[in-house]
């Protein structure tokens, strides 16, 4: 089992930003929490539209944002784990895509980490370890140490954004169940 931190590329495509920026507070909702009851669409643009560059199937921007075309493809797989959060373009079909399922799936004795002075709380991973019945059969998660940063996901949702050839997805190994045997 391998899992994945989901991240977008920025060089090639152009990304989407909101018309108006979000508070610190808005930005720290999307901590696991759910918006859709509340949700207005969030009116968005380019961000460098003077590049000239192509929207890929995910330009993110503070929260992973999906084309509709990778909502097609990707949905099935991902919809209990997820609120979709209908986009306010122009251009095209986009969503916001607020994962909900935090897991607190971390195994601390095989992860490298950093602590604030407080020793408690983790400022960054150097290494992730993950307990592996926690994580098995979910395809994206957050953590409960990093609920406002990356997404993590499985194999099958990386294979169906390679398999559908979905521009835009970055994706870095962090742990692979048999890392740490």
């Given amino acids: 089992m391998k899992i994945w931190q989901m991240n977008f590329e920025l060089d090639c495509y152009d990304n989407l930003e909101p ?12 901590d696991g929490r759910r918006h859709l009851n509340n949700w207005t669409p969030l009116r968005v643009m380019r961000m460098e539209p003077e590049k000239g560059l192509e929207l890929s199937d995910a330009p993110g921007f503070i929260l992973p944002v999906f084309s509709r075309r990778a909502l097609d ?23 916001a895509i607020n994962v909900i399922t935090v897991l607190d799936a971390v195994d601390y004795q095989n992860s490298v980490y950093k602590t604030f002075r407080d020793g408690k709380r983790i ?47 970055v994706f870095r190994l962090v742990w692979e169940s048999n890392m740490a045997r």
């Fill in 73 to 95: 493809y990707l949905k099935p797989l991902i919809a209990p784990h997820v609120e979709v959060l209908p986009l306010s373009f122009d251009e095209g079909e986009f969503f």
């Fill in 19 to 30: 018309v108006h920026n979000l508070t610190v507070d808005e930005l720290q909702s999307f």
């Fill in 123 to 169: 400022m960054s991973f150097k290494k992730y370890a993950f307990h592996e019945s926690i994580v098995a059969g979910v395809p994206i998660f957050k953590i409960s140490d990093e609920r406002v940063r990356y997404a993590f996901v499985s194999d099958e949702f990386k294979q169906i954004v390679e398999q559908n050839k979905l521009t835009g997805f």
